[in-house]
Protein backbone atom coordinates (compact mmCIF):
# COMPACT_ATOMS: atom_id res chain seq x y z
CA UNK A 1 0.00 0.00 0.00
CA UNK A 2 1.60 3.37 -1.06
CA UNK A 3 1.70 5.82 1.90
CA UNK A 4 2.65 9.87 1.65
CA UNK A 5 4.69 11.22 4.87
CA UNK A 6 5.02 14.50 5.28
CA UNK A 7 6.89 16.47 8.29
CA UNK A 8 6.88 18.28 9.90
CA UNK A 9 2.89 18.47 10.13
CA UNK A 10 3.33 21.90 11.78
CA UNK A 11 5.77 24.70 11.57
CA UNK A 12 5.59 27.91 12.95
CA UNK A 13 8.30 30.59 11.87
CA UNK A 14 9.81 33.85 11.45
CA UNK A 15 9.71 36.13 8.57
CA UNK A 16 12.47 36.02 6.22
CA UNK A 17 13.58 32.94 7.70
CA UNK A 18 14.26 29.69 5.46
CA UNK A 19 12.35 26.19 5.83
CA UNK A 20 12.25 22.64 4.25
CA UNK A 21 8.82 20.44 4.19
CA UNK A 22 9.40 16.59 3.66
CA UNK A 23 7.43 14.18 1.81
CA UNK A 24 8.40 10.83 1.61
CA UNK A 25 6.49 7.74 0.09
CA UNK A 26 6.67 4.55 -0.04
CA UNK A 27 6.71 2.75 -3.40
CA UNK A 28 7.64 3.87 -7.23
CA UNK A 29 5.48 6.85 -8.69
CA UNK A 30 5.93 8.74 -11.70
CA UNK A 31 4.75 11.94 -10.29
CA UNK A 32 4.07 13.60 -7.58
CA UNK A 33 2.55 16.74 -6.78
CA UNK A 34 2.01 19.83 -4.15
CA UNK A 35 -0.92 22.05 -3.34
CA UNK A 36 -1.49 24.69 -0.91
CA UNK A 37 -4.40 25.06 1.03
CA UNK A 38 -5.92 28.02 3.02
CA UNK A 39 -8.14 27.61 5.50
CA UNK A 40 -11.73 27.24 4.68
CA UNK A 41 -10.61 27.52 0.40
CA UNK A 42 -9.64 25.28 -1.95
CA UNK A 43 -6.61 23.54 -3.22
CA UNK A 44 -4.65 25.10 -5.49
CA UNK A 45 -1.85 22.92 -7.47
CA UNK A 46 1.99 24.73 -6.66
CA UNK A 47 3.84 22.26 -8.91
CA UNK A 48 3.96 19.31 -10.26
CA UNK A 49 7.12 17.15 -10.55
CA UNK A 50 7.49 14.34 -13.47
CA UNK A 51 11.26 12.85 -13.03
CA UNK A 52 14.11 12.12 -11.09
CA UNK A 53 15.79 15.40 -9.72
CA UNK A 54 13.19 17.64 -11.11
CA UNK A 55 13.38 21.06 -9.86
CA UNK A 56 10.71 23.94 -9.97
CA UNK A 57 10.92 27.23 -8.08
CA UNK A 58 7.62 29.50 -7.90
CA UNK A 59 8.65 32.81 -6.42
CA UNK A 60 9.87 31.96 -3.04
CA UNK A 61 9.13 27.78 -2.94
CA UNK A 62 10.80 25.54 -4.45
CA UNK A 63 10.30 22.02 -5.61
CA UNK A 64 12.25 18.98 -5.55
CA UNK A 65 12.06 15.12 -6.49
CA UNK A 66 14.48 12.51 -5.67
CA UNK A 67 12.76 9.43 -6.70
CA UNK A 68 15.56 6.95 -6.38
CA UNK A 69 15.39 8.31 -2.15
CA UNK A 70 11.27 8.32 -2.72
CA UNK A 71 11.94 11.83 -1.48
CA UNK A 72 10.54 15.43 -2.48
CA UNK A 73 11.45 18.53 -0.51
CA UNK A 74 9.53 21.82 -0.67
CA UNK A 75 11.67 24.61 0.21
CA UNK A 76 10.77 28.00 1.24
CA UNK A 77 13.29 30.95 1.23
CA UNK A 78 12.97 34.05 3.38
CA UNK A 79 9.45 33.19 4.36
CA UNK A 80 6.70 35.96 4.29
CA UNK A 81 3.22 35.97 6.02
CA UNK A 82 1.41 35.67 2.47
CA UNK A 83 3.30 32.04 2.48
CA UNK A 84 0.81 30.97 5.30
CA UNK A 85 -1.08 27.80 4.79
CA UNK A 86 -1.36 24.10 4.67
CA UNK A 87 0.95 22.67 1.88
CA UNK A 88 -0.35 18.83 0.70
CA UNK A 89 2.37 16.60 -1.34
CA UNK A 90 0.21 13.74 -3.18
CA UNK A 91 1.89 11.10 -5.14
CA UNK A 92 0.28 9.39 -7.86
CA UNK A 93 -0.64 5.36 -8.42
CA UNK A 94 -1.73 5.21 -12.04
CA UNK A 95 -3.96 8.28 -12.76
CA UNK A 96 -3.91 11.48 -12.28
CA UNK A 97 -7.30 11.95 -9.56
CA UNK A 98 -6.17 8.53 -7.88
CA UNK A 99 -3.71 10.57 -5.64
CA UNK A 100 -2.71 9.36 -1.90
CA UNK A 101 -1.72 12.35 -0.04
CA UNK A 102 0.15 13.23 3.19
CA UNK A 103 -1.83 14.50 5.89
CA UNK A 104 -0.82 18.75 5.34
CA UNK A 105 2.12 20.49 6.83
CA UNK A 106 0.34 23.47 8.74
CA UNK A 107 3.02 26.37 8.17
CA UNK A 108 2.70 29.65 10.08
CA UNK A 109 4.69 32.44 9.18
CA UNK A 110 4.91 35.70 11.84
CA UNK A 111 5.54 38.61 10.93
CA UNK B 1 -14.31 32.41 -16.97
CA UNK B 2 -15.29 30.21 -13.66
CA UNK B 3 -13.75 27.89 -11.82
CA UNK B 4 -15.41 24.79 -10.35
CA UNK B 5 -18.22 25.34 -8.52
CA UNK B 6 -19.45 23.89 -5.33
CA UNK B 7 -22.95 24.11 -3.11
CA UNK B 8 -23.57 24.80 -0.75
CA UNK B 9 -20.39 25.91 1.03
CA UNK B 10 -21.86 24.79 4.50
CA UNK B 11 -24.60 22.07 5.15
CA UNK B 12 -25.56 21.04 8.03
CA UNK B 13 -27.76 18.06 8.43
CA UNK B 14 -29.24 16.28 11.34
CA UNK B 15 -28.40 12.24 11.47
CA UNK B 16 -30.72 10.50 9.58
CA UNK B 17 -31.04 13.17 6.95
CA UNK B 18 -29.65 13.10 3.27
CA UNK B 19 -27.27 15.94 2.06
CA UNK B 20 -26.88 16.31 -1.60
CA UNK B 21 -23.56 18.35 -2.90
CA UNK B 22 -23.40 19.87 -6.34
CA UNK B 23 -20.45 20.48 -8.15
CA UNK B 24 -20.60 22.10 -11.55
CA UNK B 25 -17.30 21.78 -13.31
CA UNK B 26 -15.01 24.39 -15.49
CA UNK B 27 -16.21 24.94 -18.82
CA UNK B 28 -15.54 22.73 -21.22
CA UNK B 29 -14.76 20.22 -18.76
CA UNK B 30 -16.45 16.83 -18.71
CA UNK B 31 -14.42 14.65 -15.96
CA UNK B 32 -15.54 15.19 -12.37
CA UNK B 33 -14.09 13.49 -9.33
CA UNK B 34 -15.20 13.76 -5.62
CA UNK B 35 -13.09 13.81 -2.63
CA UNK B 36 -13.44 13.64 0.87
CA UNK B 37 -11.27 15.67 3.56
CA UNK B 38 -11.16 15.00 7.10
CA UNK B 39 -9.91 17.37 10.40
CA UNK B 40 -6.27 16.92 9.63
CA UNK B 41 -6.08 14.88 6.90
CA UNK B 42 -5.39 15.12 3.24
CA UNK B 43 -7.75 14.64 0.26
CA UNK B 44 -9.02 10.62 0.17
CA UNK B 45 -10.73 9.58 -3.75
CA UNK B 46 -14.39 9.24 -3.62
CA UNK B 47 -15.57 8.83 -7.47
CA UNK B 48 -15.08 9.52 -10.87
CA UNK B 49 -17.38 10.48 -13.33
CA UNK B 50 -18.24 11.40 -16.85
CA UNK B 51 -21.20 12.87 -18.43
CA UNK B 52 -23.87 10.17 -17.49
CA UNK B 53 -21.24 7.54 -16.53
CA UNK B 54 -19.39 6.58 -13.47
CA UNK B 55 -16.11 5.67 -14.70
CA UNK B 56 -14.11 4.51 -10.65
CA UNK B 57 -16.11 4.42 -7.71
CA UNK B 58 -13.64 2.67 -6.11
CA UNK B 59 -13.53 5.30 -3.24
CA UNK B 60 -17.29 5.59 -2.55
CA UNK B 61 -18.57 3.85 0.63
CA UNK B 62 -20.58 1.16 -0.52
CA UNK B 63 -23.94 2.10 1.49
CA UNK B 64 -25.67 5.06 1.27
CA UNK B 65 -23.60 7.41 -0.59
CA UNK B 66 -24.26 7.46 -4.69
CA UNK B 67 -22.99 10.15 -6.69
CA UNK B 68 -24.19 11.27 -10.64
CA UNK B 69 -23.28 13.73 -13.57
CA UNK B 70 -26.43 13.89 -15.39
CA UNK B 71 -25.99 14.80 -19.35
CA UNK B 72 -27.51 18.72 -18.15
CA UNK B 73 -26.58 20.23 -14.69
CA UNK B 74 -24.35 19.93 -12.00
CA UNK B 75 -22.73 16.48 -10.54
CA UNK B 76 -24.12 15.43 -7.38
CA UNK B 77 -22.91 13.79 -4.71
CA UNK B 78 -25.37 11.91 -2.41
CA UNK B 79 -25.70 10.44 0.76
CA UNK B 80 -28.33 9.10 2.05
CA UNK B 81 -29.01 9.02 6.35
CA UNK B 82 -26.11 10.74 7.27
CA UNK B 83 -24.00 10.06 10.48
CA UNK B 84 -21.66 11.58 12.22
CA UNK B 85 -18.89 9.82 10.78
CA UNK B 86 -19.99 11.37 7.25
CA UNK B 87 -19.16 15.31 9.01
CA UNK B 88 -15.79 16.35 6.36
CA UNK B 89 -15.14 18.80 3.55
CA UNK B 90 -16.42 17.07 0.15
CA UNK B 91 -14.06 18.83 -3.22
CA UNK B 92 -14.84 18.31 -6.25
CA UNK B 93 -12.45 18.64 -8.89
CA UNK B 94 -12.80 19.01 -13.07
CA UNK B 95 -11.09 18.52 -15.89
CA UNK B 96 -10.92 18.19 -19.45
CA UNK B 97 -9.78 14.89 -20.47
CA UNK B 98 -8.33 11.92 -18.34
CA UNK B 99 -4.91 12.63 -17.20
CA UNK B 100 -5.32 16.55 -17.39
CA UNK B 101 -4.51 18.48 -14.44
CA UNK B 102 -7.31 18.71 -11.98
CA UNK B 103 -9.27 22.37 -10.76
CA UNK B 104 -10.61 22.20 -7.07
CA UNK B 105 -13.36 23.82 -6.18
CA UNK B 106 -13.79 25.91 -2.53
CA UNK B 107 -15.98 22.22 -1.26
CA UNK B 108 -18.71 21.59 0.78
CA UNK B 109 -18.39 21.61 4.36
CA UNK B 110 -21.26 19.08 5.98
CA UNK B 111 -21.81 18.89 9.56
CA UNK B 112 -23.81 16.17 10.74
CA UNK B 113 -25.44 16.86 14.43
Known amino acids: ELKVEQNPLFLSMQEGKNYTIYCNYS?????LYWYRQDPGKSLESLFV???NGAVKQEGRLMASLDTKARLSTLHITAAVHDLSATYFCAVDMDSNYQLIWGAGTKLIIKP | NAGVMQNPRHLVRRRGQEARLRCSPM?????VYWYRQLPEEGLKFMVYLQKENIIDESGMPKERFSAEFPKEGPSILRIQQVVRGDSAAYFC???????????FGNGTRLTVT
Open chain 2, 93 to 103: ASSSSYNSPLH
Open chain 1, 27 to 31: TTSDR
Open chain 1, 49 to 51: LLS
Open chain 2, 27 to 31: KGHSH
